[in-house]
Structure formats: structure tokens, C-alpha cells
């Protein structure tokens, strides 16, 4: 009887891995991203396309656990240490960056004759950026560990703070002074500090023992499941908390950054959130209402222009302002002109409280999820107009009269795992990489790297090669390795030679 109803479901079920699979390889041989191709997808397949799905919230919803997954896998690669580092940029620099936003949208809409209740709900929709798509385009470039990707991260997770406030504000606003609405918005407040308490708390003391009593079992499964049950528990917990559910899954992923089992986790979470993230995707680009957009494009194309070159010109004169070069601050600009996913949620409640009306909530989320839309090509645009950025000595220090037990030339992955393996048995090591941007983003995770070609004999006794009991070579082109080989050979006895890894 039941079968009719598993065979639609199964048909959506392909429908979606389909559309993946065909748009994704042709969307990034044309160099567009798949974050374009999977909003394309999503749109011709959906209600206003091919018409196979017509609820586009109920995927929404599900698939809005790969943004959690995704601030997961970023929370695990961020030490706390790193994270405190960042309080400037977190605080500072994205205060500074949504008040300015914030104050200029909402004059944009003023002067568009929005009510100032209905200018402040849209400023604020707009003002907060989309994790999903930023956070994806930045790991298909590779810049999420570099300092400006990093500086783009701690403003995101700034705009993730702003949603229970943000969400008090809209409540007020509907329930027009309310004393018992007012008594209820401070009970949540302290509902979501004891949340954020309470993970931190467990985080702490009690999952790295949970992950060593599970990995004694040695049931591969088992370890995976736990991982899940990290992820989603952080993030109901946060939910309950009125929160947001990606920065639960954030902190919890920071917490276990330092954890024995940080690289196991990582890899069980990875394909769930690559499958789960491209669903989100999927379900934005059903969501797009073409009947909303045709029946009202002026003011979507005034909202639209208003959007992303309002919010984009703010973002840009932030970041001059706090001494990003241009290129940097361009990039930022154009990356995060967009609305959020957020934006969905706060319209809704707006209109829930009668602060707007259905016809404006419907308009404004046709903005955002366009402006999502075209962020790939703005990036994809700019990226192409403006001149590759080349690396400046900036903050690189020269390797000079180093005397480490141990030289290791090249930083890549394998240099990294030899470096570490030695400072964790206190042997006195010096690096040193011809990679400008692998040393700034090495020492913004605590590293100390030096800059040097390996293949120079001065640079090698710079670095301590005559004095040092071995020289490892790790870099990855092996033609390239044995150069540096053959000069560490040049300069260092044969007996100092302890011996020379070339990563296969």
C-alpha cells in the first residue's frame, strides 16, 4: 500500500543526486563554482522549474546541518589559542564592519520610503552574510587558513553572535512594549549564556574521555556515530538556546581541536557535510520565487542593487580603514556583498510579529537568495578584472644565525607532521620555506617559519646547516628535493646527514 509513497520519495532522492551530478562537473569546467551550479540545480528542479519538489523549506531544514558540519570541520582546524588571537578581529573589526552596514542599508531603504520598522528588518537581513557561501567559496580557492580568510571568518562568527539580539529587537518591535514579552526575551537570553556555559563545560572535561573510552572498542562505526552525535548535539544545544545552530557546532569543533582524535573526527564528518552543504545549496535555489521576482522586479532590482553595492562598499571602506591593501579589501567586499541564511529566518519572524507583511517578506528573501546567486559571479568577475595579488616579505622574517638541532626545509604537509613529531620530543628545530603565504598562514597558527631557499648555501648556513644533526627535505616536487638535497650535502658533512625525506 505503502509503495506509491516510497517511490516518490525515492524519485526526489535521485532527482537530487542527479541534478548534482550533472551540474556540478559542468558548472566548474566553466569555471563558475559549484555553489552556482548547485543553486542552478536547485532552481530547475524545483516548483518554478521541473516542478519534482514543491516544498523547498522541508529540504531547507535538513540540509542546513552541512553549514553546521562545515563551521564544524573549521572549528577543529582553529585552536583555542588561534581563536583568542582572533578576539580583535572577531570584536573589533566586525562591530565596526555591521554597525557601518547596518546604519547605511537602513538609510538606503529610508530613502526608498520604507517605514523605519520595515527599513530596520531588511538592513538587518542583509547586513548578516551567508556562512554557506562564503565558507565554500573560500575552501575552493584554499584561502579559509590564510589571514584574510581568516579576518572573513571571525566576522562571520561576530554576525552568528547577532542573531538572538537581533531576534529580541524584532520581538519588541512586534509586541509593542509587552512587559511579559519583555520578561520572556531576558529568560532566553539567559537560557542561551547557560547553553554556550554548559557545551564549553562538556566540551572540555568530558569528550575527549567519551572519544578514548569509544576508540577502545575499536568499532570504526561507533567512533562515527559519536562524531555525528557531537556535531548535532552542539548544535541542538545551541538551538535550544535560541542560537545559532553553526556556532554550536563551531565551538564544539574548537573544543576537540587539540584532541588526539581531531583528524579521525574530521574524516568520519567529511562526506556528510559535503553531501549536506550541497543540499542546502540545492534547497536555496528551489526556494527562489520567479512569480515574487516577476511581479515585483523594480523594487527587487532597487533592493538587489541596494544590497550588494551598498553592503559591498561598506565592507570595502571597513577594511581600507583597518589597512587591508586594496586587493584585500576588494576581495572582502565582493565575497561578502550577499544576504544570509539567517535573513530567512529573521524575515520570518518579522512577519510572524506583524512587523512586515507577507508580500515584503517574500520580496526581501527573493533578494537575498539572488544576491546568493550572484556572488559567484561578482567573485569570479573581479577575480579576473583585478591583477593577481603578488606576495610582500611583510611580516616574513629573513632566516638568520640559526643554530636548531634539526633544519627542515619546506612546510608542506609532510614538514608539518616532521616538525611537530620533533617539538613534541623538545628537539630544537628551525624551518624555513620559500612559500610566503604558507609562513603567513603558518604563523598565524603559531608557527615560527623562516624565509629561505633551501638550494642557497648561504641561506643554508644562515640556518644552522653546519652545525645542525640533520637535515630533513620536505618538499613535495622530488626533482626539487634532491636540489636541496645536493646542496644541504655541499654544506654539511656526510656524517652530520642524518638523512633527507622526500614526500612520495
Known sequence: MSQPAESSELINVVALLGAAVVAIPVFRRLGLGSVLGYLAAGLAIGPFGLGLFDDPQAILHVAELGVVMFLFVIGLEM??????????EIFGLGTLQIAVCALVLTGIGLLLGFAPPVAFVAASGFVLTSTAVVMQLLAERGDVALPPGQKIVAILLFEDLLIVPLLAIVAWMGASGNPQAATQRWQDIGIGLACIVGLVV?????????????????AREVMTAAALLVVLGAALLMQVGGLSM????????????????????????EPFRGILLGLFFLGVGMSLDL??????????????????????????AVARLMRSDHRQAMDRGVLMAQGGEFAFVLFAAASASGVIDAQVNASLTAIVV???AL???FVLLQRRLTPAAQPTLEGVEAVSGQTGSVLIIGF???????????????????????DIEMIQSAEQFGFKIYYGDG???????ASGAHSARAIAVCIDNREAAKSHRRAGNARVPARQVAGAFVRP
Open 79 to 88: 585552536r583555542s589559542s588561534h581563536l583568542w588571537s582572533l578576539r580583535k
Open 202 to 218: 562538556a566540551g572540555r572535561w568530558l569528550l575527549n574521555p567519551l572519544f578514548r573510552i569509544l576508540a577502545a572498542s575499536k
Open 246 to 269: 553553526a556556532m554550536g557546532a563551531f565551538l564544539a569543533g574548537v573544543l576537540l581541536s587539540e584532541s588526539t582524535f581531531r583528524h579521525q573526527i574530521e574524516a568520519d564528518i
Open 291 to 316: 512569480h515574487v521576482v516577476a511581479a515585483d522586479w523594480r523594487l527587487i532590482v532597487a533592493g538587489l542593487l541596494a544590497l550588494m553595492l551598498g553592503k559591498g562598499a561598506c565592507i570595502y
Open 370 to 372: 539572488l544576491s546568493m
Open 375 to 377: 556572488t559567484p559571479l
Open 412 to 434: 608542506g604537509r609532510f614538514g608539518q607532521v616532521a616538525s611537530q613529531s620533533l617539538l613534541a620530543r623538545d628537539v630544537d628545530v628551525t624551518i624555513i620555506d620559500n
Open 455 to 461: 638550494t642557497r648555501l648561504d641561506v643554508l648556513h
